[in-house]
């Protein structure tokens, strides 16, 4: 069974800088995207930034040039660099794993991370 254990999370002055991580364990096929979503008290949880095993990455608008989300494929973890970060980027921050295997869908999720943003 796949598992993804995040850590990283915490409080932060605005304009200031957090590095989330997220490890996966068990059953992982090489080919696969893994991802950061967040989710704030009475939204819908959106996706922040994703990154495939071939390193291409796709950023919420929201983020751009202020995120950066990287990858070790050796060590199965996938990092969220959040500079100048903002009181409207406070969430609890989910990793995400997506896979398909013999053309099924198969999604994964850590059990997130609370990022809260002073003003």
């Known amino acids: 069974q796949l598992q993804l254990v995040e850590s990283g999370g915490g409080l932060v002055q605005a304009g200031g800088s957090l590095r989330l991580s997220c490890a996966a364990s068990g059953s992982i096929f090489s080919i696969n995207t893994m991802g950061w979503y967040r989710q704030a008290p009475g939204n819908q949880r959106e996706l922040v930034a994703a990154i495939t095993s071939g390193g291409s990455t796709n950023y919420a608008d929201s983020v751009k040039g202020r995120f950066t989300i990287s990858r070790d494929n050796a060590k199965n973890t996938v990092y969220l660099q959040m500079n100048s970060l903002k009181p409207e980027d406070t969430a609890v921050y989910y990793c995400?794993?997506?896979?398909?295997?013999?053309?099924?869908?198969?999604?994964?999720w850590g059990q997130g991370t609370q990022v809260t943003v002073s003003s």
């Open positions: 995400n794993l997506h896979r398909v295997v013999a053309g099924l869908n198969y999604g994964y």
